[in-house]
């Protein structure tokens, strides 16, 4: 089992930035992709981006292309989500994921979560 633990969440206008951190730890060898997600009020959770450990493959949602960059710190098993130019329509509660496959970017693809952080952004 993989235990994961965000951070970094908070209240930011909009145009500001944010980063985000989800440290892992537990069986963490068995896990291949990390990746963040999010859940607005009353919506599905949905896919932001994910990472590989090995090689560092990113994939990004469209609707944060540009703006969000996931990065990770093997040594310390820890996946970052920098937000950059964040609008009122990134506010949602993010999680952080951990993948023992390496497709799909559904939310049934990942096996392990954390119990997220709320990032609220103002007009």
């Known amino acids: 089992q993989v235990q994961l633990v965000e951070s970094g969440g908070g209240l930011v206008q909009a145009g500001g930035s944010l980063r985000l951190s989800c440290a892992a730890s537990?069986?963490?060898?068995?896990?291949?992709?990390m990746g963040w997600f999010r859940q607005a009020p009353g919506k599905e959770r949905e896919f932001v981006a994910a990472?590989?450990?090995?090689?560092?493959?990113?994939y990004y949602a469209d609707s944060v292309k540009g703006r969000f960059t996931i990065s990770r710190d093997n040594a310390k098993n820890m996946v970052f989500l920098q937000m950059n130019s964040l609008k009122p329509e990134d506010t949602a509660v993010y999680y952080c994921?951990?993948?023992?496959?390496?497709?799909?970017?559904?939310?049934?693809?990942?096996?392990?979560w954390g119990q997220g952080t709320q990032v609220t952004v103002s007009s």
């Open positions: 994921a951990a993948a023992r496959g390496l497709f799909g970017y559904a939310p049934s693809a990942f096996d392990n």
């Open positions: 990472i590989t450990w090995s090689i560092g493959n990113t």
């Open positions: 537990g069986r963490t060898a068995g896990s291949l992709r």
